[in-house]
């Protein structure tokens, strides 16, 4: 397998070569400070680091390691200021953070790089496919799937009748993506995660049986969304559920029939939201949040953690509690919710003092 090529070095060195503190700094638009021809071939937490490995400071509460960890390189920012001497070698960037995430991405390139089709597979001869992709072994591909370029599809994976997948997408293993669904370029899709299953559409008959409405509709993932493992997202009964650009959803969420998601919202574990739900624009929503069907929630809406939502929400609002109410005063009642053993202690004495 041929190893892809980041400006100035050849990243397979990640994999299973050293490379110096010079060729770091190039690639990072940093400079050196020390030995620039210091090796490094594995990555570390600076307080773990260990001869041979990468680090770096971005949090000033871990600036006393710099002093005592082994590591042989760390990549700080260019206002770190020295208060002893180190025998490790400096790298100086903008923003220590995101230079290490761009070196952990360029890691994670390499590692999923991988190409070809393994045996046993089934690819239906009308599948059409681009260049440089990966099936696993035991993967199923159905008839009328067209799979774009540089689409990486790990071992175990299900795609059902007429799926449309973009060029860059990964399918993690025992992914499943149900019939007709579209996945668009550089989505995400983790272990586990159900993309298109029925959504909960019954209708009660005379007798109280419920009887199963068709969902005939599918699942659109737009550009750029992350689906997390374990989380499930409904086909519509008709149309589409619609999870727009950029979109980020953490483990084990339900997404219901019909809901749409708006561009760069981002979805906490455990959350769930119930049918033809329409939610804004760069939301903030917290971990096992429920939301009730058919409601607006706005942009830019911040709900916290286990809130209960069953009305529309306003552009801008913060909100918390169940049912949920505006952040500000739920904070406010919270410490008369803390205090009302006291609080009913002196009503009853009030009253008894007053017999």
Request: hydrophobic share 40%.
């Amino acid at each position: 397998m041929p190893s892809k090529s980041f400006g100035l070095v050849n990243f397979h060195i990640f994999v299973s070569m050293k490379f110096t503190a010079k060729q770091i700094a190039e690639i990072l638009e940093g400079t050196v400070e020390g030995n620039s021809e210091a090796q490094v071939s594995k990555l570390a937490k600076i307080e773990e680091g260990a001869t041979g490995s990468l680090t770096f400071l971005a949090n000033p509460k871990y600036k006393q390691y710099v002093y005592t960890t082994q590591a042989t390189i760390i990549i700080v920012d260019n206002d770190f200021v020295l208060e002893n001497e180190i025998t490790t070698t400096l790298i100086r960037v903008e923003d220590a953070r995101n230079a290490f995430s761009k070196l952990l991405e360029y890691y994670n390139m390499i590692k999923l790089n991988k190409t070809g089709i393994e045996q046993p597979s089934f690819i239906d001869t009308s599948v059409t496919y681009g260049e440089n992709i990966y099936v696993g072994a035991f993967t199923y591909i159905a008839n009328g799937v067209k799979i774009g370029d540089n689409v990486k599809i790990f071992p175990n994976v299900y795609i059902g009748e007429n799926v449309s997948i973009g060029d860059h997408v990964v399918l993690f293993a025992g992914a499943k993506i149900y019939s007709d669904c579209v996945i668009g370029n550089r989505c995400v899709v983790h272990s586990g995660a159900t993309i298109g299953a029925d959504g909960f559409g019954f209708a009660p008959n005379e007798k109280g049986e419920y009887k199963k409405v068709p969902q005939i509709g599918n699942v659109i993932l737009e550009e750029d969304v992350d689906v997390g493992a374990g989380t499930t997202i409904d086909r519509a009964t008709l149309g589409s559920t619609i999870i727009r650009k950029g979109v980020k959803l953490d483990n084990q969420i339900q997404i219901a029939h019909n809901v749409e998601i708006g561009e760069h919202t981002a979805i906490a574990a455990q959350a769930g939201v119930a049918g033809s739900t329409k939610i804004g624009k760069h939301c903030l929503i917290g971990g096992q949040v429920g939301l009730a069907g058919h409601l607006i929630i706005g942009d830019h809406v911040k709900i916290q953690a286990q809130s209960g939502i069953g009305r529309n929400i306003k552009d801008g609002s913060v909100i918390q509690g169940s049912p949920a109410f505006g952040y500000t005063d739920w904070n406010k009642s919270y410490v008369h919710f803390r205090n009302l053993p006291k609080i009913v202690d002196r009503i009853n004495a009030l009253e008894k003092n007053n017999k």
